[in-house]
C-alpha cells in the first residue's frame, strides 16, 4: 500500500464505520461516492443481513446491507453528514468505533487515502 513520504500517520485515529443501507445498490452508492470524494479509503459491502429493530412502535424484520467504511477522525464528521445526505432512510445507522490497533502501513494508508487533495 502507498506511503507518504516521511510521514508517519500512526498518531492519527482511524475508524471504522458501521452503517446499514435498504440493499446492496444503495451501499455500493454510497461506498463509491466516500471513497470518490476521499472520505474513505475503502467501503466494504456485506450483502444478506437482516435486521430486527423497533421503529414507530413496531418491531420490523427487513433484509439489509451493512458498509464498513474506513476513514480518519478528521473526517469522521463531513462523512457522517455525507452519508446522511445521501441515505434513503429518515434516521440511517452510522456508528463510528475507533481503531486502536492493527497493521500500521494499513493505517497509514488510511490516511493517505482520506487526504485532501492539496494534501497530497
Known amino acids: 500500500m502507498p506511503t507518504r513520504r516521511g510521514g508517519n500517520f500512526r498518531t492519527m485515529s482511524a475508524f471504522l464505520v458501521y452503517i446499514t443501507a435498504s440493499d ?3 451501499a455500493a452508492q454510497i461506498g463509491r461516492a466516500l471513497v470518490a470524494e476521499r472520505l474513505a479509503a475503502c467501503a466494504n459491502v456485506i450483502d444478506g443481513m437482516t435486521s430486527i429493530y423497533r ?10 446491507t451493512v458498509l464498513i467504511i474506513k476513514t480518519t477522525e478528521t473526517r469522521l464528521a463531513a462523512l457522517t453528514d455525507r452519508v446522511k445526505a445521501l441515505h434513503s432512510y429518515d434516521c440511517p445507522c452510522i456508528a463510528a468505533m475507533p481503531i486502536t490497533g492493527g497493521n500500521a502501513e494499513f493505517l497509514d494508508w488510511i490516511q493517505v487515502q482520506t487526504a485532501r ?3 497530497t
Open 24 to 26: 446492496s445498490i444503495e
Open 55 to 64: 421503529w414507530q412502535g413496531e418491531i420490523c424484520t427487513d433484509a439489509e
Open 117 to 119: 487533495e492539496e494534501e
